[in-house]
């Protein structure tokens, strides 16, 4: 697992470009960076995407997959244990997140967080940007957003916890 090349294919490549390129807006110095947020950011607005077959590609080389693999595997094991794409138990999702080594499915489930994580971003920081000051006003609002969105989690946890305590 995150052993191998990783392509990025069509659309998805042209949006990891965009979020990379320095002459645009240099989001991200490096596509594993852009690998290393987007399933995060996909599972917590709730976006997955298919593959898309485009022609346009940009990699990830094993080595730097090799060298954040502990990074990846952990959010892997985090997307495996929140997702609700199947109804499992609590042990199956354990078993799925720990056990289960190079399960296609599982990796499908992952990587469609991961292309949704990175439409999502895409659309955020450069949909009717033209500039740098837009690409800045688009990473304000992102931050922003995620943090409200952080905030009001916050908060349903809060009173979950007292409910549960007192319910």
């Known amino acids: 697992m995150f052993d191998r090349e990783y392509s990025f294919r069509g659309k998805h490549a042209q949006y990891v470009k965009d979020l990379v390129d320095k002459d645009k807006a240099g989001l991200f110095n490096r596509n594993i960076d852009v690998y290393i947020l987007a399933p995060i950011i996909g599972y917590l607005y709730g976006r997955k995407a298919k593959e898309d077959t485009g022609e346009l590609t940009t990699k990830i080389f094993a080595e730097q997959l090799h060298k954040e693999q502990i990074k990846l595997k952990f959010i892997y094991r985090l997307i495996m244990l929140l997702d609700d794409t199947y109804e499992l138990t609590t042990e199956e999702k354990i078993n799925r997140a720990f056990r289960e080594k190079d399960n296609i499915e599982n990796m499908q489930i992952y990587e ?40 009001i989690r916050e908060e349903e946890q809060d009173i979950y916890d007292i409910i549960k305590k007192y319910g």
């Not at 450069?126 to 957003?145: R, S």
């Open 112 to 151: 469609s967080y991961v292309l949704g994580g990175v439409e999502y971003l895409h659309e955020k920081l450069f949909d009717g940007k033209l500039n740098a000051d837009d690409y800045l006003h688009g990473v304000y609002e992102l931050v922003d957003d995620f943090y409200q969105s952080l905030s």
